[in-house]
């Protein structure tokens, strides 16, 4: 008989989440830990109202109409505060409160020192969980720590996994609706093939985690792949391990298994070395047919030294042949950059954005080094006093919590700004025909930094205002050079058009965008002058103050319906009618109609 019996897993939500649906969490962690005692626990549940900021009450109401003796909760850093607080109101009902995962397993005795949490589960979880339901907390469970008499125990290192097949698939049914969808049948999802990693970069705690690389067998993989395939509806697959092209063989022959039974209904995202792409190069046209859409690529930095002290053993060949042989296959590379390493200056990190487009990438995204515990740098920057702040809820990549020598935290945060507007190509404004659609190319593109910059909890609408109207002054002091050839006649002659930035009456930016034969030219061009202008107006206070009232949890479900519409456009129809039966959704579509119209409505 187990020790406890009834137990609710909570996954501890980020503080703040980055407005990308391939970021929503799929609760993978607490979902392997269910599979590994459902057949000797009594109950097992998870909070209705997970995706959304009424995950507390939801958990209030939970635990007092059901009993749960044990409550099961993992954290990443930039979630532990929630962790925190998830753990209170466990402990004001009568649980054993247990923590595990990222962030707990790298500061156990933190952690330990909080009153509400009871025992703290160290690494891999599955195996040291299942033994501590079945007997308690005992010096006999290897793996686990707890407080005892003002002391910590901690009972020994566990073992890894090493037959990962033996791990019970995650238990997808157990999770609560999602954007009208239910748990095991979300239309985004992930997969992990393998754990652990090959290599150590000082910036992730894989290592620290799931030590070594050890991964499933194909037909393994292939047989949850099966589970999540729907042949009537496209879903995105996350293939989130740590490095998925590690083994090419075994990745072909899931390939091949996907291919012979028919998966193939997928979007599928993954994470890799570009060494490993380019090793990849003779089964990149199998992952395309199994459904590969986007690659994300950890490129970090243009500085050979930078990539060394991150033990990042990147080559620039290699990166551009990866790139290249993506583009082949119509696979879209996404590139990673960590800006913000203690030795570069302003005028390095500058280079980032221009390196970026150079490589011909569709998609950047630029973040700031992130000293998570459990990493070298974590260790390296606290030695050194370079950590500015220990709020894990600014721990999110996006929000500077280090000094470096040049830079303190609001310089770095200036400079993810320029690099997100320098990086952007600015070419569909060029492509449109009339100044309604540059309007709506030039909105989409300061949205963007935006609500990147919305991800920084330290920043007020003020600040995020100055920081992104900076961040176009200093993209337009380095001279850019925007144009691009056009081939449709009717767009060639069209007039000029304009479209202002509006910081105040008195500072501002024309974007303006000229034909000139058969190209189109953008400049943009400071105004200090506060005269009347003819042409649309893009008020930066009020787009800030209108998206600073969009909550983060109806952007994310409207970010992710439009990824399913996009994957499944038969189903429009349907799914607008089920989206806008929303009313935060609908809230948040009639801000941005009347956003648009008041900057159609702002000539004078």
């Given at each position: ?348 990190t500058m280079a980032y954005p221009e390196f970026a487009k150079a490589l011909g990438l569709p ?229 941005l109609v009347t956003l648009y119209i008041h900057c159609l409505q702002g000539k004078g």
């Open positions: 008989m187990a020790y406890f019996k009834h137990i609710c897993f909570v996954e501890a939500p980020q503080a703040i989440l980055t407005p990308f649906p391939r970021y929503v969490t799929d609760c993978l962690g607490i979902l392997y830990l269910a599979a590994a005692v459902e057949d000797i626990a009594e109950s097992l549940v998870i909070p209705d109202n997970y995706y959304n900021d009424r995950l507390f009450e939801s958990f209030r109401m939970l635990l007092k109409k059901r009993r749960c003796d044990l409550v099961a909760i993992s954290s990443m850093t930039g979630g532990f505060n929630n962790a925190k607080r998830v753990a209170e109101i466990a402990k004001r009902h009568g649980a054993f409160v247990v923590l595990g995962g990222f962030h707990p397993t790298a500061l156990p005795d933190e952690v330990l020192k909080l009153e509400c949490v009871d025992l703290v589960v160290l690494g891999e979880g599955e195996a040291t969980f299942r033994e501590l339901v079945l007997k308690g907390p005992s010096r006999e469970v290897r793996g686990i720590a707890w407080k005892e008499n003002n002391t910590i125990v901690y009972t020994g290192e566990r073992p890894l996994i090493e037959d990962i097949d033996s791990i019970a698939f995650p238990l997808r049914g157990l999770r609560p609706v999602r954007y009208g969808e239910k748990g095991d049948d979300y239309s985004i999802d992930t997969i992990y093939t393998s754990r652990g990693c090959p290599w150590s970069c000082s910036f992730c705690a894989n290592s620290r985690m799931h030590q070594h690389w050890r991964s499933r067998s194909p037909e393994n993989v292939v047989e949850e792949i099966a589970l999540l395939h729907n042949p009537k509806k496209k879903k995105l697959l996350k293939i989130w391990d740590a490095n998925f092209l590690t083994n090419i063989k075994r990745v072909e022959t899931i390939c091949d298994l996907m291919i012979e039974r028919g998966l193939t209904n997928f979007k599928i995202m993954m994470e890799t070395r570009v060494k490993d792409v380019v090793r990849a190069e003779r089964i990149l046209g199998k992952l395309k047919k199994i459904g590969l859409k986007t690659v994300g690529l950890g490129i970090e930095s243009p500085n050979p030294r930078t990539l060394e002290l991150m033990n990042k053993g990147n080559a620039m060949g290699d990166v551009s042949r990866a790139i290249t042989l993506m583009g082949q296959h119509a696979i879209d590379p996404e590139g990673y950059f960590i800006i913000g390493h203690h030795s570069e200056s302003m005028k390095e998609l950047a995204l630029f973040m700031v080094i992130t000293p998570y515990p459990g990493t070298k740098i974590f260790d390296e920057y606290r030695h050194d006093g370079n950590i500015t702040s220990f709020n894990w809820d600014l721990y999110n990549n996006f929000s500077p919590v280090i000094k470096t020598e040049q830079m303190d935290p609001a310089a770095l945060v200036k400079m993810m700004a320029y690099c997100t507007v320098a990086f952007c190509s600015y070419q569909s404004m060029l492509k449109k025909e009339n100044e309604r659609g540059v309007l709506i190319s030039f909105l989409y593109e300061i949205f963007q930094t935006v609500f990147l910059m919305r991800v920084n909890m330290s920043l007020g609408e003020k600040e995020i205002s100055d920081m992104v109207f900076d961040a176009y002054l200093t993209y337009l002091g380095t001279n850019p050079v925007i144009d691009c050839k056009i081939a449709n006649s009717a767009i060639q002659r069209q007039r000029t058009i304009v479209v202002r930035l509006q910081h105040s009456p008195s500072r501002a930016i024309d974007c303006v965008i000229e034909p000139q034969g058969d190209r189109r030219t953008l400049s943009m061009v400071t105004r200090v002058d506060g005269k009347p202008f003819k042409g649309p107006i893009i008020r930066l206070e009020e787009l800030v103050a209108a998206v600073c009232t969009v909550s983060m949890d109806t952007l994310m479900h409207l970010l992710c319906r439009v990824e399913l519409f996009s994957n499944n456009p038969v189903r429009v129809a349907d799914q607008l009618f089920s989206l806008f039966g929303d009313r935060d959704v609908r809230n948040l579509g009639r801000k």
